[in-house]
């Protein structure tokens, strides 16, 4: 074979190599994106769990104590929660008091304390009657964040908070708080679930009120 049929040959041969070069590329881009697109069906499953699973359990007309209760089991875990609470705002005694504190792995009396004292990121969401999403332990400490004697005593703080006021109109009758030790640790998706746990709980202790008048 002469030089110019080596020459030939050697062309087609990287031109091959390069076609299956591209072909790798597409298939490693391929993977990713099919990788991607099982995590996001994994997370929409979790998703449909948590929410089915809330509504099997909660029922109209229960104690406010019993639905916490149930909302801490079912989304503690599976949202990867360092801290969770339940607060109601009584407007009239001018108090809001902590139904259910959990941190560190267990139930804690918390101390009730004045609205009208707005101290905190709890009373934030009450007057402002809207969710409020904390990212970061700085962002938490310039918007108010309150330490608990255990985060003083062990150091160990949730840097995300995640709060959605309960019931609806002028007065929330209270509020539910998130909370993890990741940074920004609730995308807009996972919010938007308990947006919708804090209005099942919103809707069964409606009924509660409505019976109880």
Not at 84 to 100: G, I, M, P
């Amino acid at each position: 074979m002469g030089l110019f049929g080596h020459k030939k040959q050697d062309e087609a041969l990287a031109e091959r190599e390069e076609q299956v070069r591209k072909l790798e590329a597409e298939c490693r881009t391929i993977h990713t994106r099919l990788e991607g697109t099982q995590e996001l069906v994994r997370h929409l499953d979790q998703d449909r769990d948590l929410l089915l699973g809330a509504l099997e359990r909660m029922r109209p007309g229960e104690e406010i104590q019993t639905l916490s209760l149930v909302l801490l089991d079912v989304c503690f875990k599976p949202l990867g929660l360092a801290c969770f609470y339940v607060a109601v705002a009584d407007w009239d005694q001018d108090l809001l008091r902590f139904v259910l504190y959990h941190e560190g792995g267990r139930a804690r009396n918390h101390p009730s304390r004045r609205l009208s004292d707005r101290i905190g990121l709890s009373e934030r969401v009450l007057s402002g009657r809207r969710s409020v999403y904390i990212r970061t332990l700085e962002e938490g400490h310039a918007a108010g964040s309150l330490l608990t004697a255990a985060e003083q005593a062990t150091g160990l703080i949730p840097h995300s908070w995640y709060g959605v006021p309960l019931g609806w109109g002028q007065r929330p009758v209270g509020l539910v708080s998130f909370q993890s030790f990741q940074t920004d640790a609730f995308s807009e998706n996972r919010r938007r679930v308990m947006d919708a746990l804090a209005a099942l709980m919103s809707t069964c202790m409606g009924y509660q009120t409505a019976q109880e008048r």
